[in-house]
């Protein structure tokens, strides 16, 4: 069945829709296309049957049938926060982020994020400069580097982190994969911590799905004059914190 899923995977470009029907309709494997594909396959991989695939993310709606993979997997069966914010930090987003990060992985935290450009690229840079873990989950395909910018610390995290993603191969930025991936970052970690967010944004979908899951919320609070995503989600009851202390108290006490 392992063979089954990644052949189908492979075929859809990591299309869950297509990769389920295809499962569902009992769809008939072209073997030749299936050595073809196999041969291509040049990172590790895991599927919804192994072993090592996380139970935190089968218990998600749509979980990801394959996971391709760079890096180290038993970062997987770490303590796991979730960290995202928006693409056009301000000053005050990155510092929160920094000094939120730097606390988290010195208290045994894995930070998992997007990799996306601003509060995810300071997540991510933060855990390692702190001696902590950190997951990068994409967007994209597994061996494509975005944004490009990133890309000594996509090299990094493959080398010494863990990356990962449901999109094969060099699957390029398509504008609806990105939402979607959300939910795997949130599937992911126990809780989610945001720094900063506008009221429609990528960050607030990775909420939605984070409390669909029954995930905690953690937000910084911004100021009433600026990005208003945060403070939003804190008068529909997600849980202020001041320090990553406050954090670290709420889910000892939890």
Same mark, same amino acid.
Request: glycine letters at 8%.
């Given at each position: 069945?392992?063979?089954?899923?990644?052949?189908?995977?492979?075929?859809?470009?990591?299309?869950?829709? +297509? *990769?389920?029907?295809?499962?569902?309709? +009992?769809?008939?494997?072209?073997?030749?296309? =299936?050595?073809?594909?196999?041969?291509?396959?040049?990172?590790?991989? *895991?599927?919804?049957?192994?072993?090592?695939?996380?139970?935190?993310?089968?218990?998600?709606?749509?979980?990801?049938?394959?996971?391709?993979?760079?890096?180290?997997?038993?970062?997987?069966?770490? +303590? #796991?926060?979730?960290?995202?914010?928006?693409?056009?930090?301000?000053?005050?987003?990155?510092?929160?982020?920094? %000094?939120?990060?730097?606390?988290?992985?010195?208290?045994?935290? /894995?930070?998992?994020?997007?990799?996306?450009?601003?509060?995810? #690229?300071?997540?991510?840079?933060?855990?390692?400069? !702190?001696?902590?873990?950190?997951?990068?989950?994409?967007? /994209?395909?597994?061996?494509?580097?975005?944004? =490009?910018?990133?890309?000594? %610390?996509?090299? &990094? %995290?493959?080398?010494?982190?863990?990356?990962?993603? &449901?999109?094969?191969?060099?699957?390029?930025?398509?504008?609806?994969?990105?939402?979607?991936?959300?939910?795997?970052?949130?599937?992911?970690?126990?809780?989610?911590?945001?720094?900063?967010? +506008?009221?429609?944004?990528? /960050?607030?979908? /990775?909420?939605?799905?984070?409390?669909?899951?029954?995930?905690?919320?953690?937000?910084?609070?911004?100021?009433?004059?600026?990005?208003?995503?945060?403070?939003?989600?804190?008068?529909?009851?997600?849980?202020?914190? %001041?320090?990553?202390?406050?954090?670290? &108290?709420? &889910?000892? !006490?939890?």
């Amino acid at each position: 069945m392992e063979e089954l899923v990644l052949y189908f995977s492979l075929k859809y470009e990591g299309d869950f829709q +297509k *990769i389920y029907k295809a499962l569902m309709n +009992k769809e008939r494997v072209d073997e030749e296309l =299936k050595v073809e594909l196999m041969k291509r396959v040049n990172c590790r991989y *895991i599927t919804i049957f192994s072993d090592e695939y996380p139970e935190l993310l089968k218990q998600i709606n749509c979980p990801p049938f394959v996971l391709y993979y760079y890096g180290d997997l038993s970062l997987l069966k770490t +303590k #796991t926060i979730g960290v995202v914010g928006m693409r056009n930090m301000s000053e005050y987003g990155k510092r929160a982020t920094h %000094l939120f990060v730097k606390d988290l992985v010195q208290n045994g935290y /894995t930070i998992v994020s997007g990799m996306a450009r601003g509060i995810d #690229t300071v997540a991510h840079q933060n855990a390692i400069a !702190y001696g902590g873990r950190t997951i990068a989950v994409l967007g /994209t395909g597994i061996e494509y580097c975005y944004p =490009k910018e990133n890309r000594l %610390l996509y090299e &990094e %995290l493959k080398e010494h982190q863990l990356v990962l993603s &449901e999109y094969p191969f060099l699957t390029a930025p398509q504008k609806r994969l990105f939402p979607f991936r959300n939910r795997i970052i949130a599937g992911l970690s126990y809780s989610i911590l945001i720094s900063e967010a +506008k009221q429609k944004s990528g /960050t607030m979908i /990775t909420a939605g799905y984070a409390l669909e899951q029954g995930k905690d919320i953690y937000c910084i609070p911004g100021r009433f004059d600026d990005y208003q995503g945060c403070n939003e989600l804190i008068k529909q009851g997600a849980k202020l914190v %001041l320090s990553a202390q406050d954090i670290m &108290e709420d &889910e000892d !006490y939890g």
